[in-house]
């Protein structure tokens, strides 16, 4: 870090008046703080390191107060990374007086996936491991321990023999089309020849246990009759929400529009769960010629896509056998989320490039029952998805103890998002920073790997144009080096909207800002009786400006895709 970042950082803490989830604060003025390995461990296990700032007051303000001893606590902190944590860590310092008072950064680096985690070696690894949650320090559970460590090697969980099950529990159909799947596609491969046991033993679907054949986790899981019967939550769980919170319930106070659940074989699963989720979706309609063509509001290729990831990497470890793939429909958002983290060297900023299984031998039988491609070309094909229908990309979260993929439902260049960006139409942007800015207008902030992501360009081509956005005065920079972002400038002002003046116009809006509208809720807006709400509605549908959702009690009107 230079001396220019290190005062760059400085004021964007005293700005901000918080830590932040890269960045601890330290007073360090009567002495080297204690129980400094909590940040040390944490930073060394966050994807992308971390800042240790020494010489500024929380309590007032961030206020600048200076280390006590800078020579000390260099000492003191190189013994602790070097000699008492595992493995040993290389903190970088950076030194500087800012107002006459000596203020040291210390860099962590993110140590690799192999030797996570980094942990305080006189506490055990079990106790003194850490992570970052937020903007503070936690100690891991033994779960989130275990993940890592598991990711050192190759996990062979899904090869595990299920002790209760039988050879009988396999699907004799399922089996004998999987085999001649492989025989059209192998037909000179040896491991096929022998009996069907002889043959799926070799395949890992099944293994011996001592004179008993039984089938192996991924084995029952693609081809049990009812895998369920051994593993209850091995199964995906579809909840759609009457809003965009899970606090919001309906009119008729249930907490859920939708509750549902889907058992089977994989294949069956993700079939089924795809079948329903688009189901349940919004729809515009196309005419082409004289056909007509419904458009549902998440693209199916993408939510195939995240189903399939979210079956074939879930972790199947002990730890997690009780937890199921939970899929959440809201009101602008669907959800996807799966036990256990990225697995490997996968990050969330790599992981269009990166590719690692956690589950091998499953893969392989979800790539021969062609419901994965196993070449690590999932992601693209989400994003790729979304692109084409005019959507943001999907946003990936990885908890360690879960993975989470969110698709967002509206549409990125909308006639608002023009209205707003009309206002910059004098400043020289291009197309893709432009669309930056809409989606910096949505979540507030953007980094380097989310413009790549949102703009298909290459780092450097990212790391310019968003520099270009700082310049002409639309964005600030967040944070130094690796951990930069940007925000929109908060003196931005928003262009004045006309106030609806029609019925029909007040009705639209309210759908703009809460996503439908039903009778009882036009009746209050418009103040009018029931007969002329179903009226406007009825007109509006018929206009192709609003489109019916649901029927009899649960009509709703919604935007057209």
Same mark, same amino acid.
């Given at each position: 870090m230079?001396?220019?970042? =290190?005062r760059?950082?400085?004021?964007?803490?005293?700005?901000?008046?918080?830590?932040?989830?890269?960045?601890?604060?330290?007073? +360090?003025?009567?002495?080297? !703080?204690?129980?400094?390995?909590?940040?040390?461990?944490?930073? %060394?296990?966050r994807?992308?390191?971390?800042?240790?700032?020494?010489?500024?007051?929380?309590?007032?303000?961030?206020?600048?107060?200076?280390?006590?001893?800078?020579?000390?606590?260099q000492?003191? =902190?190189?013994?602790?990374?070097?000699?008492?944590?595992?493995?040993?860590?290389?903190?970088?310092?950076?030194?500087?007086?800012?107002n006459?008072?000596?203020?040291i950064?210390?860099?962590i680096e993110?140590?690799?996936?192999?030797?996570? !985690?980094?942990?305080?070696?006189? +506490?055990?690894?079990?106790?003194? +491991?850490?992570? *970052?949650?937020?903007?503070?320090?936690?100690?891991?559970?033994?779960?989130?321990?275990?993940?890592?460590?598991?990711?050192?090697?190759?996990?062979?969980?899904?090869?595990?023999?299920?002790?209760?099950?039988?050879?009988?529990?396999?699907?004799?159909?399922?089996?004998?089309?999987?085999?001649?799947?492989?025989?059209? %596609?192998?037909?000179k491969?040896? #491991? /096929?020849?022998?009996?069907?046991e002889?043959?799926?033993?070799r395949?890992?679907?099944c293994?011996?246990?001592?004179?008993?054949?039984?089938?192996?986790?991924?084995?029952?899981?693609?081809f049990?009759k009812? !895998?369920?019967?051994?593993?209850?939550?091995?199964?995906?769980?579809?909840?759609?929400?009457?809003?965009?919170?899970?606090?919001?319930?309906?009119? *008729?106070?249930?907490r859920?529009?939708?509750?549902?659940?889907?058992?089977?074989?994989i294949?069956?699963?993700?079939?089924?769960?795809?079948? #329903?989720?688009?189901?349940?979706?919004?729809?515009?309609?196309?005419?082409?010629?004289?056909?007509?063509?419904?458009?549902?509001?998440?693209?199916?290729? $993408?939510?195939?896509?995240a189903?399939? &990831? $979210?079956?074939?990497h879930?972790?199947y470890?002990?730890?997690?056998?009780?937890?199921?793939?939970?899929?959440?429909?809201?009101?602008?958002?669907?959800?996807?989320?799966?036990p256990?983290? /990225?697995?490997?060297?996968?990050?969330?900023e790599n992981?269009?490039?990166?590719?690692?299984?956690?589950?091998?031998?499953?893969?392989?039988?979800?790539?021969?029952?062609?419901i994965?491609?196993?070449?690590?070309?999932?992601?693209?094909?989400?994003?790729?998805?979304?692109? *084409?229908?005019?959507?943001?990309?999907?946003?990936?979260?990885? *908890?360690?103890?879960?993975?989470?993929?969110?698709?967002?439902?509206?549409? @990125? @260049?909308?006639?608002?998002?023009?209205?707003?960006?009309?206002?910059?139409?004098?400043?020289?942007?291009?197309?893709?920073?432009?669309?930056?800015?809409?989606?910096?207008?949505?979540?507030?902030?953007?980094?380097?790997?989310? #413009?790549?992501?949102? &703009?298909?360009?290459?780092?450097?081509? +990212?790391?310019?144009?968003?520099?270009g956005l700082v310049e002409v005065? /639309?964005?600030?920079?967040?944070?130094?080096?690796?951990?930069?972002?940007?925000?929109?400038?908060?003196?931005?002002?928003?262009?004045?909207?006309?106030?609806?003046?029609?019925?029909?116009?007040k009705? /639209?809006?309210?759908?703009?800002?809460?996503?439908?509208?039903k009778?009882?809720?036009?009746?209050?807006?418009?103040d009018?009786?029931?007969s002329?709400?179903?009226?406007?509605?009825?007109?509006?549908? %018929?206009?192709?400006?609003?489109?019916?959702?649901?029927?009899?009690?649960?009509?709703?009107y919604?935007?057209?895709?």
């Open positions: 230079t001396l220019e970042e =290190l760059q950082l400085v004021a964007d803490v005293q700005r901000r008046r918080s830590e932040l989830d890269n960045v601890e604060v330290k007073t +360090a003025r009567g002495g080297t !703080p204690r129980r400094l390995y909590e940040p040390l461990s944490a930073f %060394a296990n994807t992308g390191g971390g800042v240790l700032l020494f010489g500024l007051n929380e309590e007032k303000d961030f206020s600048i107060v200076g280390v006590g001893n800078a020579q000390r606590l000492e003191e =902190l190189i013994h602790l990374a070097s000699a008492e944590m595992e493995p040993a860590l290389r903190p970088q310092f950076a030194v500087d007086e800012i006459g008072e000596t203020v950064a210390v860099e993110e140590i690799a996936a192999n030797q996570k !985690p980094c942990f305080y070696r006189p +506490a055990g690894l079990s106790s003194g +491991a850490y992570i *970052r949650s937020g903007n503070t320090n936690r100690q891991m559970t033994e779960y989130e321990v275990f993940g890592y460590l598991s990711s050192r090697g190759q996990p062979k969980h899904d090869e595990d023999l299920v002790a209760n099950a039988a050879f009988t529990d396999l699907d004799p159909v399922l089996l004998g089309k999987y085999l001649s799947q492989l025989q059209s %596609a192998r037909p491969a040896g #491991y /096929l020849d022998g009996s069907q002889e043959v799926l033993t395949l890992h679907v293994g011996r246990d001592g004179d008993v054949v039984r089938p192996t986790l991924a084995g029952l899981l693609m049990g009812y !895998p369920q019967e051994f593993f209850p939550q091995l199964m995906i769980t579809f909840l759609q929400y009457y809003g965009t919170t899970e606090e919001e319930h309906t009119p *008729r106070g249930e859920f529009m939708d509750n549902q659940r889907f058992e089977g074989a294949s069956e699963m993700v079939d089924r769960t795809e079948s #329903y989720v688009l189901g349940a979706m919004r729809k515009a309609s196309l005419i082409e010629g004289t056909f007509r063509r419904d458009i549902p509001e998440y693209p199916q290729d $993408a939510v195939r896509e189903i399939a &990831n $979210a079956v074939a879930r972790d470890s002990p730890y997690v056998r009780g937890s199921y793939i939970q899929i959440r429909m809201f009101a602008d958002r669907l959800e996807v989320q799966s256990g983290g /990225l697995f490997g060297n996968v990050t969330v992981l269009e490039e990166e590719h690692s299984t956690r589950n091998a031998r499953l893969m392989r039988m979800m790539e021969d029952w062609h994965v491609e196993n070449r690590g070309s999932g992601i693209k094909a989400m994003l790729q998805a979304m692109r *084409r229908g005019n959507l943001e990309p999907p946003r990936f979260a990885d *908890r360690r103890v879960s993975f989470l993929v969110t698709f967002r439902n509206h549409t @990125m @260049m909308g006639p608002q998002a023009i209205a707003w960006l009309n206002q910059f139409a004098s400043l020289p942007l291009n197309d893709r920073q432009r669309l930056a800015l809409v989606y910096l207008r949505q979540h507030g902030q953007i980094t380097n790997s989310e #413009y790549r992501r949102l &703009n298909r360009v290459d780092t450097v081509v +990212a790391g310019q144009e968003l520099r005065g /639309l964005v600030e920079q967040q944070g130094v080096g690796r951990w930069t972002s940007y925000q929109l400038k908060v003196s931005l002002e928003q262009p004045e909207e006309r106030k609806p003046q029609t019925d029909e116009e009705i /639209l809006e309210y759908v703009r800002q809460h996503g439908s509208i009778n009882s809720e036009c009746c209050e807006l418009l009018v009786e029931s002329r709400a179903w009226y406007l509605l009825k007109k509006l549908d %018929a206009g192709g400006l609003l489109k019916r959702q649901g029927e009899k009690r649960w009509t709703r919604g935007l057209p895709l």
